[in-house]
């Protein structure tokens, strides 16, 4: 049985820093885990994924200023956020293969 529960969103200015987390129970065997976004009236996008083994793909706007990361032993992954931009605003969502989804967390990065 997986279980995801996301955490951590809020309210910063522009360039700041915010961490997500996501508790992910019963992901231990679960080869892709990553985080998706969406804001109001747009197609969920796709931000990160990392594997079993660590191997991290950013999508091309965060890249350099994301960091996904897992701990299987603990059954969590998380999302450092650095320098954030108001087209970072959205709601995030955990993701684990194939198809589970968290309720979501929202960002917001004002301006």
């Known amino acids: 049985q997986v279980q995801l529960v996301e955490s951590g969103g809020g309210q910063v200015q522009t360039g700041g820093s915010l961490t997500l987390s996501c508790a992910a129970a019963g992901t231990r065997d679960i080869t892709v885990m990553g985080w998706y976004r969406q804001a109001p009236g747009n197609e969920r996008e796709w931000v990160a994924t990392?594997?079993?083994?660590?191997?991290?793909h950013y999508t091309n706007s965060v890249q350099g200023r994301f960091t996904i990361s897992r701990n299987n032993a603990k059954e969590t992954m998380s999302l450092q956020m650095n320098n954030l931009k108001p087209e970072d605003t959205a709601i995030y969502y955990c993701w684990a293969y194939s198809s589970y989804w968290g309720q979501g967390t929202q960002v917001t990065v004002s301006s």
């Open positions: 990392i594997t079993n083994s660590g191997s991290t």
